[in-house]
């Protein structure tokens, strides 16, 4: 499925094809920049979505498991959003959005 989609972004672009399909981690990231932001900074004036790039990664973590738990009662869209998620994912996307990153 990773090799179909890589394929199928790189239609009529011969240089893309050389470079290896995105990680599992980067699928999974590219699903948070729709609210967060592309790379994780969500664009000016996005008022209630927190920004994740660059936050430690230690706090990321505890903030994604208490909201995939329910225990932060102010969540809103993100304890459905995490359910289904592992911790080795949860760690993942942890470590991914507290690298400075692209952009
Ligand atoms: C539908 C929009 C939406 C999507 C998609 C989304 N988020 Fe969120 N996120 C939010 C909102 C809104 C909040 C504030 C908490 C709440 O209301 O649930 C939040 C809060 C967070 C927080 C807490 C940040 C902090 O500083 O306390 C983290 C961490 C987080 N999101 C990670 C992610 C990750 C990782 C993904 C992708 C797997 C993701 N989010 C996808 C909207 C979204």
């Not at 927190?50 to 973590?61: D, F, V």
């Not at 225990?71 to 080795?88: I, K, N």
Request: charged share 15%; hydrophobic share 45%; proline share 12%.
């Amino acid at each position: 499925m990773q090799a179909a989609l890589a394929a199928a972004a790189c239609v009529g672009l011969p240089p893309c094809a050389a470079q290896p399909p995105l990680s599992d981690t980067a699928l999974l990231a590219a699903t948070c920049a729709t609210c967060h932001g592309p790379g994780g900074r969500p664009p000016a004036g996005g008022a209630s979505i927190p920004a994740l790039r660059g936050q430690h990664a230690a706090r990321l973590l505890r903030r994604l498991q208490a909201l995939q738990e329910h225990r932060d009662p102010s969540a809103t869209v993100m304890p459905q959003l995490l359910q289904g998620l592992d911790e080795a994912q949860l760690r993942a996307l942890a470590q991914w959005f507290s690298r400075p990153g692209p952009r």
